[in-house]
């Protein structure tokens, strides 16, 4: 069948079907695309017609078609086309316009017209060499490649407006394709210079990445890439105008095209100046996805943490058994307490900006699963910035030495069950403060827990994430996904800090002698990895340790700190007596008078002034001892202090 089929007028049985009849063809172990009867493709002629054709296999790949009609006169620009017969056009002054082909004819938009205006400044798109680089799914968000820089567009057709976000960067390092296509949800076909295709899904209600580059090589040597959705493919062969049908299938570790070749299913396509379908003519089912609804972990047992702005005060953060954000502030000699915000399962370790005098935390909301950071800035706590995300524990954050911040969360993906898996992801800021979309990193197959421990060396983050009986270490630097380097003897959970030297130290639980004290594991000197050997820090605790995470902090004149429940349920505190986090001395209890018991973890900070902080709660008091770093490591620290709250 030739293309150019001007006469050939649709029966009214044939543009029924289209809308009602379903068929279906799998390709290896995936699911199934289920197709309406016909794939509406739109072309637009270099003499300003548009056509529409009607492929009646686009499941199955056929040579086979419903028919042709022409359309539309006098176009002209860049077309391409959306979900339920929406299409938009922009001229070649850079105006966006929104139209919609309803089956029989043009829909009136607002203003009486035929189309509508929704934007200016999109002529790049009309160039020869960006035409491909703007693309429409089958939720009707457009994606848009801008030099290195990947965006997300949605316009709300009900609304009649665009969507908050609209525009946000979701990715960089994209200047290595020149085209992108969409299809089905978030997906994407990006083609890089050797005409590679890599295939990427992006979630828009969580702002997740599902699939990031996955290798989608395998058909090749074709031009002006489309889809109707569901990962059905159209493109044109350059040289020959024959136009091909393919079937791409995702996998957890890879992609596979059903055919290298594609399928011809037409002749005569080489001469359109666009060539478009309706995106959501297939679907499929079964590709991983988030949860529909997220479990967040309750992590009301984590310590308050320390949060010591530049602009002065000292603030205990942490959340109660409401689930609230708490924070304990001082003001002058007395404390005080106000709740932040609720519903959330911890917060993170903060992060400071000395420069704005501002310091930041993370928390992860009950009931959405939200990443969302929260600012103290002047003593006052602002609204927080939701990353989104869908996530099920506390986030970790770290700022990089440009002031941009890394942020790194778990999160499900599948439904519940025993084939569900739980992942790491990540987000980075641009310098101009927005974030990215979040990108996993670590094993698709593996089933982390808990929050990430991160510490920051420049602008290096070095990373450890939990698995059942394995700790996993990464090393992650601006603009690359974080890379796994290895797993630490010992799987339990651990603190990271820095030695005072320039090194990194792992301090948790080991067994010695038959039992469980606390020890280090020590950065080797050519930052390779971690020694294999526990090194006791502090020597045996008389009564054992509790089973609670340490926690460990460099201090100002380079010795480590470490503090630990143990003893009968006391907190305790070693120090290194000199710097590098060796020589520790014998644990001693923080209060020795003290009369409660205590079951979760205390925490460490340090004071504008240079003074130690150390934390704890019982239930709902707040404990809070402070001592003065002496300049000598040597000397041991001397803590004062109590209940506050």
Request: proline letters at 6%; hydrophobic letters at 35%; glycine letters at 14%.
């Given at each position: 069948?030739?293309?150019?089929?001007?006469?050939?007028?649709?029966?009214?049985?044939?543009?029924?079907?289209?809308?009602?009849?379903?068929?279906?063809?799998?390709?290896?172990?995936?699911?199934?695309?289920?197709?309406?009867?016909?794939?509406?493709?739109?072309?637009?002629?270099?003499?300003?017609?548009?056509?529409?054709?009607?492929?009646?296999?686009?499941?199955?790949?056929?040579?086979?078609?419903?028919?042709?009609?022409?359309?539309?006169?006098?176009?002209?620009?860049?077309?391409?086309?959306?979900?339920?017969?929406?299409?938009?056009?922009?001229?070649?002054?850079?105006?966006?316009?929104?139209?919609?082909?309803?089956?029989?004819?043009?829909?009136?938009?607002?203003?009486?017209?035929?189309?509508?205006a929704i934007g200016s400044g999109w002529q790049a798109y009309v160039q020869a060499a960006n035409r491909g680089k703007i693309t429409a799914d089958a939720d009707g968000s457009i994606y848009t490649l801008e030099g290195d820089r990947v965006r997300w567009w949605s316009f709300d057709h009900g609304a009649g407006a665009w969507a908050p976000d609209s525009g946000r960067v979701l990715d960089v390092g994209w200047s290595r394709f020149d085209q992108i296509t969409a299809s089905g949800s978030g997906g994407l076909q990006a083609r890089d210079a050797s005409g590679v295709l890599h295939r990427f899904r992006y979630h828009r209600d969580t702002g997740r990445f599902i699939v990031h580059d996955l290798g989608a090589a395998g058909w090749t040597n074709h031009s002006r890439l489309f889809s109707a959705g569901g990962d059905v493919y159209y493109a044109v062969r350059p040289g020959t105008g024959e136009l091909l049908w393919n079937r791409f299938e995702e996998y957890v570790d890879n992609g596979a095209w059903q055919s290298g070749s594609g399928s011809v299913i037409g002749t005569d396509w080489?001469?359109?100046?666009?060539?478009?379908?309706?995106?959501?003519?297939?679907?499929?089912?079964?590709?991983?996805?988030?949860?529909?609804?997220?479990?967040?972990?309750?992590?009301?047992?984590?310590?308050?943490?320390?949060?010591?702005?530049?602009?002065?005060?000292?603030?205990?953060?942490?959340?109660?058994?409401?689930?609230?954000?708490?924070?304990?502030?001082?003001?002058?000699?007395?404390?005080?307490?106000?709740?932040?915000?609720?519903?959330?399962?911890?917060?993170?370790?903060?992060?400071?900006?000395?420069?704005a005098g501002t310091a930041m935390i993370g928390a992860t909301e009950f009931g959405t699963g939200d990443v969302e950071l929260f600012t103290l800035r002047d003593g006052q706590w602002q609204a927080p910035l939701s990353l989104g995300g869908r996530m099920e524990w506390t986030p970790a954050a770290v700022r990089?030495?440009?002031?941009?911040?890394?942020?790194?969360?778990?999160?499900?993906?599948?439904?519940?069950?025993?084939?569900?898996?739980?992942?790491?992801?990540?987000?980075?800021?641009?310098?101009?403060?927005?974030?990215?979309?979040?990108?996993?990193?670590?094993?698709?197959?593996?089933?982390?827990?808990?929050?990430?421990?991160?510490?920051?060396?420049?602008?290096?983050?070095?990373i450890v994430l939990f698995t059942s009986g394995l700790a996993e270490w990464f090393r992650h630097t601006p603009g690359s996904p974080p890379v796994r380097k290895g797993t630490l003897n010992g799987g339990g959970r651990v603190s990271l800090t820095g030695d005072g030297q320039g090194g990194i130290i792992v301090v948790g639980h080991h067994m010695s002698n038959g039992k469980q004290e606390i020890g280090l594991l020590r950065e080797k000197a050519d930052r390779s990895g971690f020694e294999e050997n526990w090194e006791l820090v502090g020597g045996e605790i008389p009564a054992g340790t509790e089973g609670v995470p340490p926690f460990a902090r460099v201090l100002p004149n380079g010795s480590v700190a470490v503090t630990v429940i143990g003893d009968f349920r006391?907190?305790?505190?070693?120090?290194?007596?000199?710097?590098?986090?060796?020589?520790?001395?014998?644990?001693?209890?923080?209060?020795?008078?003290?009369?409660?018991?205590?079951?979760?973890?205390?925490?460490?900070?340090?004071?504008?002034?240079?003074?130690?902080?150390?934390?704890?709660?019982?239930?709902?008091?707040?404990?809070?001892?402070?001592?003065?770093?002496?300049?000598?490591?040597?000397?041991?620290l001397q803590f004062t202090g109590g209940r506050i709250s």
């Open positions: 069948m030739k293309k150019k089929l001007r006469s050939l007028v649709l029966s009214a049985a044939l543009a029924a079907g289209a809308v009602t009849v379903t068929t279906a063809v799998t390709v290896g172990t995936a699911s199934a695309a289920e197709c309406a009867a016909t794939a509406n493709i739109f072309t637009m002629q270099a003499d300003g017609d548009l056509w529409l054709y009607r492929h009646a296999s686009p499941s199955g790949g056929e040579f086979s078609w419903a028919g042709a009609q022409q359309v539309g006169s006098g176009w002209g620009g860049k077309t391409f086309a959306g979900p339920d017969g929406w299409l938009f056009n922009i001229t070649t002054g850079g105006e966006l316009r929104r139209l919609r082909y309803n089956g029989g004819g043009w829909d009136i938009m607002p203003g009486g017209g035929q189309f509508q080489g001469t359109d100046v666009d060539i478009t379908a309706t995106t959501n003519g297939c679907s499929v089912a079964d590709l991983s996805e988030p949860p529909t609804w997220v479990r967040v972990t309750d992590e009301n047992s984590v310590p308050p943490v320390v949060v010591t702005p530049a602009s002065g005060g000292t603030h205990l953060v942490d959340t109660n058994f409401d689930n609230e954000i708490i924070d304990t502030h001082s003001t002058g000699p007395q404390w005080g307490t106000r709740v932040v915000a609720g519903r959330y399962s911890g917060v993170s370790g903060p992060v400071l900006d000395d420069e990089r030495s440009d002031g941009t911040l890394a942020v790194y969360a778990m999160g499900s993906l599948g439904p519940y069950g025993p084939s569900q898996r739980q992942l790491v992801y990540y987000t980075e800021q641009l310098p101009g403060g927005e974030f990215l979309a979040w990108r996993q990193f670590g094993d698709r197959h593996t089933k982390y827990f808990g929050a990430p421990e991160v510490v920051s060396d420049g602008d290096e983050t070095t006391r907190p305790l505190v070693t120090t290194s007596t000199v710097s590098g986090a060796r020589g520790f001395h014998p644990w001693a209890a923080v209060a020795p008078d003290l009369e409660h018991v205590f079951l979760d973890a205390p925490s460490l900070g340090l004071t504008r002034s240079g003074d130690v902080v150390l934390t704890e709660r019982r239930g709902d008091q707040i404990h809070h001892w402070r001592a003065s770093v002496p300049g000598d490591p040597a000397a041991p």
